[in-house]
Each structure stands twice: as structure tokens, then as C-alpha cells.
């Protein structure tokens, strides 16, 4: 009789024992490759999240910035230009420049390369006697954001007033009578209001905007302003003082006044909501991290708990085998049957214990584990879609699985295996 005949005998005959064995092998697989399965899921569904919320985060930074760049709008620009020879005193005072430069200088700051400069606004002012109204007034000559050549265009500040429209504060509107519509005589010129801004409480309220070349007819002033503001880049790394340089070398009889303070709060705001972006990726990592940690440290306890169990309870079975099958042992030795086939006898069926165990239980744990991968999803612990069964499925742990069980389950049946065989069949057939 062959060995395998053998071996499919003894199964049959102790199938409680051979079940029992199996279950084991089965649990132990199972635990196994359920939190195996489950890490992987984890690890799939963690790197497709963790690309859309790298978007996520991207496009929560970009509106946060945006939303800081509108919110500081309010500041206004932080970079004035005035020519060199003129006189602070009598511009901080009087609120206006008396010295003027040629209006081609906004076109030739626009066109440079210095990166800190945004927003060039070339402008001409004015506190006049508004004689028509009877009314002091700033009047400001403005022709609009000139645009950078080489660089993606910015989305301007302040809109160009065109030609024969004005453009007036509110307290002005309110005291000279003004309506948007109306067509009003400024110095002998006709201006259609095309725009009463709302109230600001300041300078603003009391002035009118009117077009820079306007502006220039009408105080003979062709081709000259009085005033450059600009917006110093928020992200650059060069000082303030460097691009001072930068400008004052490009525009020869100028001198620039850096408005720090405006600046310094609009970096800080800006800066602070890219911030935010970045913070609210790094939690969203860290809580992924840390529930990956939660099942390692699971893992790393009740795999080889479970594992242990196992090898201690094919033993167990494999010496309760040996035990109960005294008399058929002493009755194979006396027919002839050597000690290595006992030995192959029994190590055989504990292969077959650890083959059975190990398939069916791969299947449970993994079915298990795609299950609550999904129920994980549907409750919204990892959001981002279940892995899905073929991602989950993993080749290299069915072939791991399948070799180390049969091996674990052989080697725990080893010692029972030899003390069967080494047991003199007339003593065992004497006593049993």
C-alpha cells in the first residue's frame, strides 16, 4: 500500500482530528492575510488620497492666497515714485507732487525685468478750484495699470478711466450734486460721471479721476506725470532696498519711497495662507499615518499570537493523533512498514492540514478583508473609493501562504511524528 493511500486513510478515518487541525491553519491564515489585506488597502486607497489632496491642498492654498491677494487689495500699492528733486516736505504736506518726469518711464519700468514690481500706475495730480462747482477738489489724471511685457499679465488694481469720463468720491458727489450719467464742465471741458465710488474716509472721497492725457491737455502738461505707484512682489527674496536700486538705475531723476509696513502685511497675510495649505495637508497625512499605525501595532501582536496558537494546536492534534493510533502503528510495524514511513505518513498529513487550511483560510481572510475595506469607505474612515478586489488580491502572499503553512503545520506534527516511529511495535501490540 502507497503512502498517499495511506496518508488519504488516515484522513478519512480521524476526519474530527484532521478538521480540528485544519480550522486552526485556517484561522491562523485568515488572521493573516486579513490584516495584510487590510494594510494594503489602506496603502492604495493612502496614495490615491494623498494625490487629490496634494491637489486638494494646492487649490485650497491658491484660493487662500487669491483670497488674501483681493483681501489686501485695500492696502493699496507700497511702492511710490516721485522725481529726485522733490521735495517730501512739501509733498506730504500739500499731498502732491510739484515735479514731474516723463510719463515713458511707467512703460519703461513695465518693461524691465525686475521681478519685485507689479502694478506700474503712472499718474498726474492736482488740488484745484473746481470753478464750475465752486469746489476744492483733487483731481487725479490716471491711465490705467501699464501692463508687463514678459511677464503672465496681473489682473489690475485700479481700472483706466477712458477718455472724456470721470470717475468721482463720494462726499464730492454728494456735495457738488453729481449723479452717474451726468454730464458735468471741468474747466471748460465736458466729462460724462461714469462712476461715484462708494465712501472710504479718506482723500478719496473728495477726488475726481479723469483720463491721464485729459489730464495732461488740461494743465499743458504733455507727456509728464508726477507720480509712479507700483506693487513690490510679495514672494520675491530680494529686499526692498535692492529693488530701490534696481529702479532708480533704470529711472534716472527719481527717487523711490518704499511703503514697508504696507508690505510687510501683505507678505505675512499671503505667506500665512499658504501656510495654512501646507498644515492642512501635514494633519491630513499625519491622521492616515496614524490609523496605519493602529493596525501595525495590531498586527504586530495578534499575528504571532495567532501563529503560535496554531503551531501549538496542530501539535497538540498531531500527539493526540499519534496516541489514539497506537494500535494501528504497532500493527504497520509488524507488517513491515519502516519508521520513515510512519514519519512520512504523519508529516503528510499535517502537509495536507496546512495546504487546506492555508487555501480556504486565504479565502475567508481575504474576502473579509475586501468587505470591510469597503465598509471602512462606505463610513467614511479613509475617504477616496474602496481599493477594489483585484488591486486588494495580492499573488506574492497566496504563494507565501501557500508554501509556509503546509511547512509550519509539518514541523509542529515533526516531534509527534518521531516518537510514533521510534516506538517498538511488540511493546505496542503487547500493551494495547
Known sequence: ???????????????????????????????????????????????????????RAGEIGNGLQDDARRITLGLGYNVLILHENQDLGEFYTRGQASQTFPESYADRLAQSNIILVQHVLPSLH????????????????????????HVNPKKPLIQPVPPGEMIVGDVLAAEAGLEVGQTVSLLGREFKVTKIHDRRGDEDDYTAWINLADAQAMFNQPGEIDTILALSCFCADATLGTMDEQITRLLPDTRVISLEHEAAIRRATRASA???????????EAGRESLRAEREALATWVIPLVVIGCIVWVGLMALGNVRARRPEIGILRAMGVRGGQVVAIFLGRAVMVGLIGAVIGYGLGFAVAAVWDAREVGEGALAGGPAGTAALFGPGLLAAVLALAPVLSAAASLVPALLAAQEDPATILREE
Do not use: C
Open 274 to 284: 499658504g501656510q495654512r495649505a501646507e498644515e492642512f495637508l501635514a494633519l491630513d
Open 126 to 149: 492736482r488740488r484745484m478750484e473746481w470753478p464750475e462747482k465752486k469746489k476744492q477738489i483733487i483731481l487725479v489724471g490716471a491711465r490705467g495699470e501699464v501692463q508687463r511685457g
Open 1 to 55: 500500500m502507497s503512502i498517499w493511500r495511506l496518508i488519504a486513510k488516515e484522513i478519512l478515518y480521524r476526519r474530527l482530528n484532521f478538521a480540528l487541525a485544519a480550522l486552526a491553519v485556517l484561522v491562523a491564515v485568515g488572521s493573516l492575510v486579513a490584516v495584510l489585506t487590510l494594510l494594503k488597502g489602506h496603502d492604495l486607497r493612502a496614495e490615491g488620497i494623498a494625490e487629490v489632496q496634494s491637489e
